[in-house]
């Protein structure tokens, strides 16, 4: 995991009292704000900053940050897996614990895995593409598992109701 530091930015209101617009030195704050980049540096524009009450709040952060960084590299692991072998038979197994896709059926997972597969195209797969590519034995429950990955946040529509791309 790398830590680092990022050079935040905030525009000062004229019309706010000077109270309202300055944070102690060496002290946690939580910022809002958006990811911009000039001149190839990267920086944070800040909406909203405010001081940390519970420093709670900096130890769910710092798990928060830890997962989201241990996910992606599985996920880029799962990926890189199977573009070296697309054939792969451990699409059709149960996840274990340690997946990405833990809470998935195996045939949610392979359905997840087609729709990723097309994800670089500008509106993803479409259902009757999906439908040709999976196991006969699957076909009637292509639907029902559509519906479950779009609804827990897996998948989303695209151009119509019937163009799916991972999130």
């Given at each position: 995991m790398y830590l680092g530091t990022i050079t935040a930015l905030k525009w000062l209101e004229a019309e706010k009292k000077a109270s309202d617009r300055t944070m102690q030195m060496n002290t946690y704050v939580r910022i809002i704000g958006l990811l911009r980049e000039q001149n190839d540096k990267r920086h944070i524009l800040i909406l909203r900053m405010w001081p940390l009450v519970?420093?709670?709040?900096?130890?769910?952060?710092?798990?928060?940050?830890?997962?989201?960084?241990?996910?992606a590299e599985a996920m880029a692991k799962m990926n890189k897996e199977l573009e070296s072998n697309p054939n792969n038979s451990k699409m059709h197994e149960v996840p274990n614990e340690d997946s990405p896709?833990?809470?998935?059926?195996?045939?949610q997972t392979l359905v997840y895995k087609i729709i990723h597969a097309?994800?670089?195209?500008?509106?993803g797969i479409e259902?009757?593409?999906?439908?040709?590519?999976?196991?006969?034995?699957?076909?009637?429950?292509?639907d029902n598992i559509l519906d479950f990955l779009v609804s827990e946040?897996?998948?989303?529509?695209?151009?119509?109701?019937?163009?799916f791309k991972t999130t």
């Open positions: 519970d420093l709670n709040e900096l130890t769910n952060h710092i798990l928060e940050v830890t997962y989201a960084t241990l996910k896709y833990y809470g998935m059926t195996g045939d097309q994800n670089d195209t500008e509106s259902r009757s593409d999906i439908k040709a590519q999976v196991p006969k034995r699957i076909l009637s429950e292509i946040g897996h998948i989303y529509t695209t151009s119509t109701d019937n163009h």
